[in-house]
């Protein structure tokens, strides 16, 4: 069992920087693959980044070059820094810890991009 607990978001300017971070606590974090994903009102929810336990990563085409996802395995937790942030951003963060068959979720964060 995995516990995930998101922080960092809130209310930023177009243009801005957020650095989110999903602490674990339960099970084994370093096997577990970590991911980031986004739901905006009315759409779909969406992966925007992972990150494998031998720290490969992955990211949606939207936000190459703008986003990072990094873990930090001694303090089980990951992390993603988000840079040049848009309105089209905003939406509930959600992190995702997975290792077949299982996988959690927190309970998600709010970016907000407005001026």
């Known amino acids: 069992q995995v516990q995930l607990v998101e922080s960092g978001g809130g209310l930023v300017q177009p243009g801005g920087s957020l650095r989110l971070s999903c602490a674990a606590s339960g099970s084994i974090f370093s096997f577990y693959t970590m991911g980031w994903y986004r739901q905006a009102p009315g759409k779909e929810r969406e992966l925007v980044a992972g990150?494998?336990?031998?720290?490969?990563?992955n990211y949606a085409d939207s936000v190459k070059g703008l986003y990072t996802i990094s873990r930090d395995n001694a303090k089980k937790t990951v992390y993603l820094q988000m840079n040049s942030l848009k309105p089209e951003d905003t939406a509930v963060y959600y992190c995702?810890?997975?290792?077949?068959?299982?996988?959690?979720w927190g309970q998600g964060t709010q970016v907000t991009v407005s001026s």
């Open positions: 995702n810890a997975r290792q077949f068959p299982a996988q959690y």
């Open positions: 990150i494998t336990s031998g720290g490969s990563t």
